[in-house]
Each structure stands twice: as structure tokens, then as C-alpha cells.
């Protein structure tokens, strides 16, 4: 006899739930689709240094090494998307294996659904309203992050998981429900560290739940093993974070300059931007909806979820403003809140819509916030790097005509539609819901296009000025190991160590800023120009960003030049002839700057002159440089006309190296914030003995 035959019932039940989940796995297939077919139109990684990190730590692993970078083993714990993209990176080149990982990261990304309905589900919530929630946690801004490699596109359906098993564990406390919920915690944790917080935040829900259903000595009655095994491991957590290393950060006590005023301001900020990205119209009603559900549950399941979306809410805001860099909408760290919210709200529609009076005052309050703080502050100086709402913001400034009109256009759409669905919910409360739906999928799906369009003109725009058509041409040259120096003014050194693997190294002058947080070379120059490092000559090949800084070598044969610098192969070491700090690759002279001029190996000294052709850069004006050796009292002076092009000489004559300090003017702008005062052509070191018999300085041209 079959098993249909015997048990009708698990058999038609198995036939019902497979039914209801072949539309949340249609909605999987597609997103995952769609999603990578986009990440496939971005030209290139353009989020530093993580992506550089993530990518670094991948490649390791897949050829069965420690995760680290540039060689050098990382202490970092929160590795499951490095663990679960090196797959990807087996492939031939860098583009191909960039491409399989950005296919794994949206797949993955998109699983997120999953979660979502099953949470829905359990909440009582009907499948169309499942499947609704479903669909707007694929449509959000921040989905573009699935075409990154970082570690959001793992983390975002694991945590959502853990948020489905902590309310499950909550409603049907036991072994196997704080087991599962356990081990999906752990995996949010390794796959972002900020959310080692679920762990502490469950035990704080847990008792919370049991004060409020008068329960609490019958929890410690029956839960006393599980629960006092959560709060040892919680507090295991907490005691150890101090003393270990989780990222950038050095621990869970790790406050980076926080101002409480600053932190305020861009809490209002944060959350603003949250309401937008999630639609605008859902959050009066997701805030009614979680007051009912903690005040009025109709049940422990929606107790537990209200209870647990308003922890994490509160965790990740605070979050966002004390680890978060001040001076950023912090939107990355916070979009996992907005499927949630989602549910809050489908849970209140599911009511009937009760407080209309007080869903009516949180929208206008709402509305006045909206109107009252204008998201364009927050999106100008590179202030939307973090947020994929403020992109879209970003993106809408061409059409519209400037980001201010911009951020007034969202804001009015915003608040048109909320006092539509206001009067919907009095005069046609059966539309209410339908339209306040359709208008949260419309406005997702609007702005992470949006968003997703900034990006990759973002994207387009760092491959073209600052990878060039062939980002990898450093492997391609077939130099093997070489090292990267990087020059004042250099552009996002780690996108060109991203393209490149053969680029093992990286050097710096002492004294510049480093790129990342991960280990770099510091350079000294010495007499005759030697670079050193720790003493060590710097052999092999070396790639050279010198897009801000003019630079001769000695003894070394230039193999190619791209727009991301040059590669040369000393003879035997790294030797400097002359550094022009303030000399931009693109023609330009700073407003001020030094050039360092050393003798050449062998040399007792300096002999000769320093030549530079300068022409003033409009038609009317000239431009007059100054300069000043060794910081001296010994100067000397040029003009520049417009229109023509001179070649100014300084005699140079010295027992060592020579800094000259120039000031040059008129200042002019070139619109990326480079003060510069003239046009120039290529610095030129001419060795003359002449030069120390007090030639004077001159002009040509």
C-alpha cells in the first residue's frame, strides 16, 4: 500500500507545502539570475579596501593557504564568505574568477527570501503576504551589495535565518530549537562580526518574553540548562572581545572617536534613510504593528518577533553611529532590519488596520522629518559610501538638475503617497494595503536600480582613469612577484593589487598614509638615491603609481606604462634620480610642492640642471613659480607666459641630495580638489659641470 493510500494527510500536506514553496524558489531563481547578470555589467570592484580584503583572503584559501594578504596571515574571524567564494577564484584569471564570485554572492544573496517567508508563515501571515515579504527582501536598494565581493551578500539570509530560528526558539523553547538557533547565531557571526550581538540580544529576549507572559520563574524552572548555557557562551564573547582582534576593530569595547552631538545627528540620518529604502510608506504601520505586537500579541510567536525586532533595531542603530565612521549614513550596517519591518507591517494590515489615529500621527511625523531633513547633506563629499539609497539619491541628480532637487522629489513622493494611503485606510481600507504594497515594491525597485546604475558608473569611471583597458597588466607582463610603490597622490592603490596578484608588496615613502590596514614596506632614500627597507635594498621588478608625483630613476628600464603607472625593472636595486611631489601625471603644476633631486651611484655630488617647461594655463594671465633649496635663504624665480611653453633651469650644485620647495600662482582649481597654478611638461635632471660655477638661472622657449 502506498504511502499516499495510508497517510492522506502528511501527503497532502508534503503536496501544499511544496506547492507553496515552488513561488519563493521561482523568486530565488530569478533574483539570483538577474542579480548576477547585473554584478556582470560592473567593470570593476570599486568598494576599498573591503573588496580587496574579501578577495585577498578567498584567493588564499582556494590555493590552500592561511586567508591573508599580500602574504602575510590576517587575525580575522568572521571568514564564511572567503570560505564559501574560493570556489570561484580556481578560475584561470582574475576576471573570470572576479565573475564566478560575484555569481556565488548573488545566488547566495538571494536566499534570503527563504528565511523571510518561512518567518511569514510562522507569523500567520497568508502566503500572498509571504510571498510579498519575500519579494520586497530582493528588492532593496542595498541588494546591490550582492555584486560585491564583501562579506553582506552571505550575511544578510544567514542573519535573517537566525532572527527566524531565535523567534522559533522563543515560541517553542527547547534543546533541538536553542541548538538550531545556536549554531545559524554562530554563522551570522563568522560571517559579519558585528552580529556576535544576536547571541546577548537572545537572552535579553528571552527574558523579556517571560516578564511579559508572567513567566519568569517557570522559564528558570524548566529552561535553567539551555539558558544558562547561553548566557556562559554570551558572556565568554563579551569577556574575550577585548583581548581579540575582529577586523579593523580592535574589539567589542572599541569606541572611534565618538561625539554624542555627531551621533545623534546621523542617528536621525540613519534611520531616515532606512524608512526611504524600505519604501517610505510601510514604517507608521510597522511601528504600530510592533506596539501591538509586544502590547496585544495575539499569540508568543508575535511577542517573540516584536520583541526581537525591536532589540536588533535598537543594537544596529547604536551600532551604526559608535563603530561606523562619523560623517557617514550608515546604511550597510542596518538594511538587514528592513525585511523585518516588512513583516511588522503585514502583521498590522493583517489586524484590519486598528489606531488609524495614531498610524496618522507617526506619518506625519514621518512626513515632517522627511521634509524637515534633507538626505543631500548627507550624499555631498563622498558621504553616500556606505549607503545604497544615498547612490540612488546620487544617480538622480542628473535628471533632476542638482541632488537638492533631488532629495525634495523623493521626499514629496514620499509623503504624497503616505497621506494617499491615509485617507485610503478611512475611506477604502480595502485598498489600503494593496496600493501601500505596490508603491513599497515600486519605490525598492526604482532605487536599487538607481543605485545599481551610480554604481557602476562608478565602477566605469575607476577602470577607465585609474585601471586603465587592461586592469591586469601587470600579470599579463609576466614579470612574476613585483612590488607596488605607491607616490603621494596615487589613485585607489588597492584596486590595482585587487587586478594583480603578482603585485606581492607594497612600498611607501615614510611618513605617507597607508592604503589599508595590512602590512606595507616603508621606504628610506639614501645619499645616492638607494631605496631601502629596513635596511634591505629593494629588488625585482617594481610598479610605480606616480599619477601625483613626478619621478626619474636610476638604472632602470621602463617595460610599460599605463594610465595606472608605470613598470620598470632596475638594474640592481630601486634608485630615485629626482621625485616631483606636486607634479601631476595629467600636465598639471600644484599650487605648492618640493622636488628632491639625489646624485647618481658613484657620484661625490650634484652637478648640473634641473629642467622644467611651464607654460601659464589660460590667455591672460601669467604664472610665477618660486623656488627655495634645502630651505635655505637661496631662491629663485620664474615667469610664465600664457600660450607658450618655457623651459625653466635651475643649477644645481651640491655635495648631496637637493629639495627644492616650490610656490606657484596664481591658484586655480581643476574641479577634484587639486589646487593648481600651470601646465607643465616632463621634469628633466641634466648633469652639467658648469653648474657649480655659479651659473645663474634661466629661461628658454
Given at each position: 500500500?502506498?504511502?499516499?493510500?495510508?497517510?492522506?494527510?502528511?501527503?497532502?500536506?508534503?503536496?501544499?507545502?511544496?506547492v507553496?514553496?515552488?513561488?519563493?524558489?521561482?523568486?530565488?531563481?530569478v533574483?539570483a539570475?538577474?542579480?548576477?547578470l547585473?554584478?556582470w555589467?560592473?567593470?570593476?570592484?570599486?568598494?576599498f579596501?573591503?573588496?580587496?580584503?574579501?578577495?585577498?583572503f578567498?584567493?588564499?584559501?582556494?590555493?590552500?593557504?592561511l586567508?591573508a594578504?599580500?602574504?602575510?596571515?590576517?587575525?580575522?574571524?568572521?571568514?564564511?564568505?572567503?570560505?564559501?567564494t574560493?570556489?570561484?577564484?580556481?578560475?584561470?584569471?582574475?576576471?573570470?574568477?572576479?565573475?564566478?564570485?560575484?555569481a556565488?554572492?548573488?545566488?547566495?544573496?538571494?536566499l534570503?527570501?527563504i528565511?523571510?517567508y518561512?518567518?511569514?508563515?510562522r507569523?500567520?501571515?497568508t502566503?500572498r503576504y509571504?510571498?510579498?515579504?519575500?519579494a520586497l527582501?530582493l528588492?532593496?536598494?542595498?541588494?546591490?551589495?550582492?555584486?560585491?565581493?564583501v562579506?553582506?551578500?552571505?550575511?544578510y539570509?544567514?542573519?535573517?535565518?537566525?532572527?527566524?530560528?531565535?523567534?522559533?526558539a522563543l515560541?517553542?523553547?527547547?534543546?533541538?530549537?536553542?541548538?538550531?538557533?545556536?549554531?545559524?547565531?554562530?554563522?551570522?557571526?563568522?560571517?559579519?562580526?558585528?552580529?556576535?550581538?544576536?547571541?546577548?540580544?537572545?537572552?535579553?529576549?528571552v527574558?523579556?518574553?517571560?516578564?511579559?507572559?508572567?513567566r519568569?520563574?517557570?522559564?528558570?524552572r524548566?529552561?535553567?540548562?539551555?539558558?544558562?548555557l547561553l548566557?556562559?557562551?554570551?558572556?565568554?564573547?563579551?569577556?574575550?572581545?577585548?583581548?581579540?582582534?575582529?577586523?579593523?576593530?580592535p574589539?567589542f569595547?572599541?569606541i572611534?572617536?565618538?561625539?554624542p552631538?555627531?551621533?545623534?545627528?546621523?542617528?536621525?540620518?540613519?534611520?531616515?534613510?532606512?524608512?526611504?529604502?524600505?519604501?517610505?510608506?510601510?514604517i507608521p504601520g510597522a511601528l504600530v504593528?510592533?506596539w501591538?505586537?509586544i502590547?496585544?500579541?495575539?499569540?508568543?510567536?508575535?511577542?517573540a518577533?516584536?520583541?526581537?525586532t525591536?532589540?536588533?533595531t535598537?543594537?544596529?542603530?547604536?551600532?551604526?553611529?559608535?563603530?561606523?565612521?562619523?560623517g557617514?549614513?550608515?546604511?550597510r550596517?542596518?538594511?538587514y532590519?528592513?525585511?523585518l519591518?516588512?513583516?511588522?507591517?503585514?502583521?498590522?494590515?493583517?489586524?484590519?488596520?486598528p489606531?488609524?489615529?495614531?498610524?496618522?500621527?507617526?506619518?506625519?511625523a514621518?512626513?515632517a522629518?522627511?521634509?524637515?531633513?534633507?538626505?543631500s547633506?548627507?550624499?555631498?563629499?563622498?558621504?553616500?559610501?556606505?549607503?545604497?539609497?544615498?547612490?540612488a539619491?546620487t544617480?538622480?541628480?542628473?535628471?533632476t538638475?542638482?541632488?537638492?532637487?533631488?532629495?525634495?522629489?523623493i521626499?514629496?513622493t514620499?509623503?504624497?503617497?503616505?497621506?494617499?494611503m491615509?485617507?485610503?485606510?478611512?475611506?477604502?481600507?480595502?485598498?489600503v494595503?494593496?496600493?501601500?504594497?505596490?508603491?513599497?515594491?515600486?519605490a525598492?525597485?526604482g532605487?536599487?536600480?538607481?543605485?545599481?546604475r551610480?554604481?557602476?558608473?562608478?565602477?566605469?569611471?575607476i577602470k577607465?582613469f585609474?585601471?586603465?583597458?587592461?586592469?591586469?597588466?601587470?600579470?599579463?607582463?609576466?614579470?612574476g612577484?613585483?612590488?607596488?610603490?605607491?607616490?603621494?597622490?596615487?589613485k585607489?592603490p588597492?584596486?590595482?593589487?585587487?587586478w594583480?596578484?603578482?603585485?606581492d608588496?607594497v612600498?611607501?615613502?615614510?611618513?605617507?598614509?597607508?592604503?589599508?590596514?595590512?602590512t606595507?614596506?616603508?621606504i628610506?632614500?639614501?645619499?645616492d638615491?638607494?631605496?631601502?627597507?629596513?635596511g634591505k635594498p629593494?629588488?625585482?621588478?617594481?610598479?610605480?603609481?606616480?599619477?601625483?608625483?613626478?619621478m626619474?630613476l636610476?638604472?632602470?628600464?621602463?617595460?610599460?606604462?599605463?594610465?595606472?603607472?608605470?613598470?620598470?625593472?632596475?638594474?640592481?636595486?630601486?634608485?630615485?634620480?629626482?621625485l616631483?611631489f606636486?607634479?601631476y601625471?595629467?600636465?598639471?603644476l600644484?599650487?605648492?610642492?618640493a622636488?628632491?633631486?639625489?646624485?647618481?651611484?658613484?657620484?661625490?655630488g650634484?652637478?648640473?640642471?634641473?629642467?622644467?617647461?611651464?607654460r601659464?594655463?589660460?590667455?591672460?594671465?601669467?604664472?610665477?613659480?618660486?623656488?627655495?633649496?634645502?630651505?635655505?635663504t637661496?631662491?629663485?624665480?620664474?615667469?610664465?607666459?600664457?600660450?607658450?611653453m618655457?623651459?625653466?633651469?635651475?643649477?644645481?650644485?651640491?655635495?648631496g641630495?637637493?629639495?627644492?620647495?616650490?610656490?606657484?600662482g596664481?591658484?586655480?582649481?581643476?574641479?577634484?580638489?587639486?589646487?593648481?597654478a600651470?601646465?607643465?611638461g616632463?621634469?628633466?635632471?641634466v648633469?652639467?659641470?658648469?653648474?657649480?660655477?655659479?651659473?645663474?638661472?634661466?629661461?628658454k622657449?
Open positions: 500500500m502506498s504511502a499516499v493510500a495510508s497517510q492522506p494527510r502528511i501527503a497532502l500536506r508534503t503536496v501544499a507545502i511544496r507553496a514553496i515552488s513561488p519563493v524558489t521561482v523568486l530565488v531563481a533574483s539570475v538577474v542579480r548576477t547585473v554584478a555589467n560592473r567593470a570593476t570592484p570599486a568598494y579596501p573591503d573588496e580587496y580584503m574579501y578577495a585577498s578567498g584567493r588564499s584559501i582556494a590555493h590552500g593557504t586567508p594578504v599580500r602574504g602575510v596571515p590576517a587575525h580575522f574571524l568572521p571568514l564564511l564568505e572567503p570560505l564559501i574560493a570556489p570561484g577564484w580556481l578560475f584561470g584569471s582574475v576576471d573570470q574568477g572576479y565573475r564566478a564570485v560575484q556565488i554572492d548573488a545566488t547566495f544573496m538571494s534570503a527570501a528565511p523571510v518561512v518567518l511569514a508563515r507569523l500567520g501571515l502566503t509571504s510571498l510579498v515579504a519575500a527582501s528588492t532593496i536598494p542595498s541588494f546591490l551589495l550582492s555584486g560585491f565581493i562579506s553582506e551578500p552571505i550575511a539570509p544567514i542573519v535573517l535565518a537566525a532572527i527566524a530560528a531565535a523567534v522559533h515560541d517553542r523553547p527547547s534543546w533541538r530549537s536553542y541548538s538550531l538557533f545556536l549554531l545559524v547565531a554562530a554563522l551570522a557571526a563568522l560571517a559579519r562580526m558585528q552580529f556576535a550581538l544576536i547571541l546577548p540580544l537572545f537572552v535579553v529576549a527574558l523579556l518574553v517571560a516578564v511579559r507572559e508572567r519568569f520563574k517557570a522559564l528558570i524548566t529552561q535553567r540548562i539551555p539558558l544558562g548566557i556562559l557562551v554570551a558572556g565568554g564573547l563579551f569577556a574575550a572581545g577585548p583581548a581579540r582582534n575582529s577586523g579593523y576593530y574589539s569595547l572599541y572611534p572617536n565618538f561625539h552631538a555627531q551621533a545623534a545627528r546621523y542617528l536621525g540620518a540613519d534611520t531616515l534613510v532606512l524608512a526611504f529604502a524600505s519604501g517610505f510608506v510601510l504593528g510592533l501591538l505586537a502590547t496585544k500579541p495575539r499569540g508568543r510567536v508575535e511577542l518577533f516584536g520583541v526581537v525591536v532589540l536588533l535598537v543594537a544596529l542603530l547604536a551600532q551604526a553611529v559608535v563603530y561606523g565612521d562619523l557617514f549614513v550608515q546604511e550596517y542596518l538594511f532590519l528592513l525585511p519591518w516588512t513583516l511588522a507591517f503585514l502583521l498590522y494590515a493583517q489586524r484590519g488596520w489606531l488609524k489615529i495614531a498610524h496618522a500621527v507617526v506619518s506625519a514621518l512626513v522629518a522627511a521634509l524637515a531633513q534633507p538626505l547633506k548627507y550624499a555631498v563629499g563622498g558621504g553616500q559610501a556606505h549607503s545604497a539609497f544615498l547612490f539619491l544617480w538622480l541628480e542628473k535628471p538638475g542638482s541632488m537638492g532637487a533631488a532629495a525634495v522629489l521626499a514629496y514620499g509623503a504624497a503617497a503616505l497621506v494617499l491615509i485617507g485610503l485606510a478611512f475611506r477604502w481600507p480595502r485598498l494595503t494593496p496600493f501601500a504594497l505596490a508603491f513599497a515594491l515600486l525598492t525597485t532605487s536599487s536600480v538607481a543605485a545599481t551610480y554604481d557602476q558608473s562608478n565602477a566605469r569611471a577607465s585609474v585601471l586603465g583597458d587592461h586592469p591586469s597588466w601587470v600579470d599579463e607582463s609576466g614579470v612577484p613585483t612590488a607596488l610603490l605607491v607616490l603621494p597622490g596615487a585607489i588597492d584596486a590595482k593589487l585587487f594583480n596578484t603578482s603585485l608588496r612600498l611607501l615613502l615614510r611618513g605617507m598614509k597607508v592604503p589599508d590596514a595590512f606595507v614596506g616603508n628610506d632614500v639614501g645619499h638615491g638607494l631605496a631601502t627597507v629596513s629593494v629588488l625585482g621588478p617594481v610598479m610605480i603609481d606616480d599619477t601625483g608625483t613626478a626619474e636610476q638604472h632602470a628600464t621602463l617595460l610599460k606604462r599605463t594610465v595606472a603607472g608605470a613598470l620598470y625593472r632596475p638594474q640592481d636595486a630601486l634608485r630615485f634620480r629626482l616631483a606636486g607634479l601625471a595629467d600636465g598639471w600644484g599650487s605648492r610642492g622636488i628632491i633631486v639625489w646624485p647618481t651611484a658613484g657620484e661625490r650634484l652637478s648640473g640642471r634641473l629642467e622644467l617647461p611651464v601659464a594655463p589660460g590667455t591672460a594671465a601669467n604664472a610665477t613659480i618660486l623656488f627655495t633649496q634645502n630651505q635655505s637661496k631662491k629663485f624665480s620664474f615667469t610664465a607666459k600664457p600660450g607658450k618655457q623651459t625653466f633651469s635651475v643649477p644645481l650644485c651640491a655635495s641630495p637637493v629639495t627644492l620647495i616650490f610656490d606657484a596664481p591658484i586655480g582649481g581643476t574641479g577634484d580638489g587639486r589646487q593648481v600651470a601646465r607643465v616632463r621634469l628633466h635632471f648633469p652639467d659641470a658648469s653648474a657649480c660655477a655659479k651659473t645663474p638661472p634661466s629661461s622657449g
